[in-house]
């Protein structure tokens, strides 16, 4: 049987991996506005549909994350 305190470290710990996940998906999704609204803030990488896909593909790897969190370990 687990001790009190192991069970609230574990749900502390996925309590974060879920609001780190979250945060690093409202991240992205921020990148991906200011790259569409803002084409010169890109700099020096003349393909903008290359950088926002580059963001889409991270928002997707932290979405497939957050999922496996809250459909196995929630």
Do not use: C, P, W
């Not at 502390?12 to 200011?34: M, Y």
Request: hydrophobic share 35%; charged share 40%.
């Amino acid at each position: 049987m687990k001790r009190r305190t192991d069970i609230e470290m574990s749900d502390r710990i996925i309590e974060a991996l879920r609001v780190n996940f979250e945060g690093q998906i409202e991240k992205h999704l921020i990148n991906v506005e200011n790259l569409i609204e803002n084409r010169v803030g890109i700099g020096e990488h003349g393909d903008i549909m290359d950088e926002i896909e580059n963001e889409i593909s991270k928002i997707a790897d932290y979405k497939d994350k957050l999922e496996i969190v809250e459909e196995y370990l929630s």
